[in-house]
């Protein structure tokens, strides 16, 4: 059909609102604990050590961004914790697309949450950004039927209409 092509999209998750207060209350804690533990007591090292810890684990694991990949008929989906570790999350075949439509289209209503009759694992790879509509896939992985949210560009979207006009549908 359509062959050597490779797309690849970067979707960059929107933050909190409170992680930076949370990255600075962790911070000036630590800093305080083992300030403490210099002046006061050696007991307050410890903690101090830990908030730190706590917050470089935060630092990695609260930034998420994502990467999609369309390369001949396979969409490969990574996740990339602070912008550093990269994680291949799904290798996904589209013959085994069953639709791939906006999430309010009546095409995907039955795998909706509220209102829907079908349950699927939902993997949820959205910006979180209100601005960007995002699509649902149902697709089959490991002979498991799985739900995805996916920020999906025009590009990925009318190649893969190409290759199934069927199950895919537009805004």
């Not at 050597?4 to 998750?13: A, C, M, S």
């Not at 410890?46 to 684990?57: E, H, S, W």
């Not at 209102?115 to 959205?126: I, N, Q, S, W």
């Not at 002979?143 to 290759?163: S, Y």
Request: positive net charge.
């Amino acid at each position: 059909m359509y062959t050597d092509y490779r797309i690849v999209t970067q979707v960059e998750r929107k933050k909190k609102k409170f992680s930076g207060v949370l990255r600075a209350c962790m911070i000036i804690l630590a800093v305080l604990f083992i300030l403490m533990g210099i002046v006061f007591s050696r007991g307050f090292m410890l903690p101090g050590f830990l908030m730190a810890l706590l917050y470089f684990v935060y630092d990695v694991f609260g930034q998420r961004g994502y990467e999609y990949t369309l390369e001949n008929g396979t969409l490969s989906i990574d996740v990339i914790y602070g912008k550093r570790y990269r994680k291949n999350r799904h290798e996904l075949n589209l013959q085994e697309l069953e639709v791939l439509a906006p999430n309010w289209h009546d095409a995907v209503a039955k795998y909706r949450i509220k209102g829907g009759t079908v349950r699927l694992p939902k993997f949820d790879y959205t910006s979180y950004d209100d601005d960007i509509p995002y699509y649902t896939m149902i697709i089959t992985e490991n002979k498991k039927k799985i739900k995805l949210l996916l920020d999906l560009t025009d590009e990925m979207m009318q190649n893969i209409k190409r290759m199934y006009p069927d199950r895919v549908f537009f805004a």
